[in-house]
């Protein structure tokens, strides 16, 4: 059985590379009123369009890295729950190594959604709440305002 992560963005996304420099206001379809606005003056949609696109591969990919965390960290349990006390098999330390890359990936993924989450924010001239860190903030706007689903 193999576990595949959910990516709610997708269609969304797509449509979006797909629209790529497409000036045209309908290349994206029907959009929310938020991100009509931001995409709506034509000398800026281009590059706001550029940093949404990288916004999104950067949110994909801390999803994917905290799936793999879970999913190394559960198999880690999985087998550690029955090893015998003292030196670690071989199988173990392999799942360690493999729950320590994902990890790693999980910080690499995180920096590059809040380097790509301060260029969108410029691009696009969203004020965001003192006292509120970046990431956390560009999640919800993500959440909030880009399309989910099957669409």
């Known amino acids: 059985m193999t576990a595949t992560m959910h990516y709610p963005y ?3 996304h797509a449509r979006l590379q797909q629209a790529g420099g497409d000036a045209s206001p309908q ?13 709506a003056p034509p000398q800026s949609r281009a590059k706001v369009m550029t940093s949404l696109d990288l916004l999104l ?4 990919a ?12 559960d198999e880690l349990r999985r087998y550690q729950k029955f090893a015998k006390p003292g030196k670690p098999s071989a199988h173990i ?5 493999k729950q320590a890359a994902a990890r790693q990936a999980t910080s690499v993924a995180r920096q590059s959604l809040i380097k790509a989450a301060a260029a ?23 959440d909030t305002h880009v399309p989910a689903g099957h669409t």
């Open 27 to 39: 290349a994206l379809g029907t959009l929310p009123p938020l991100l009509e606005r931001l995409l």
């Open 93 to 97: 330390v392999q799942l360690r190594q």
């Open 57 to 60: 591969k950067a949110r994909k």
């Open 10 to 12: 997708a269609a969304f």
């Open 120 to 142: 969108f924010v410029r691009d696009a001239g969203i004020d965001v709440p003192e006292h509120t860190p970046l990431d956390v903030f560009i999640i919800d706007w993500i």
């Open 62 to 73: 801390t999803l994917q890295a905290a799936f793999d965390t879970t999913l190394a960290a």
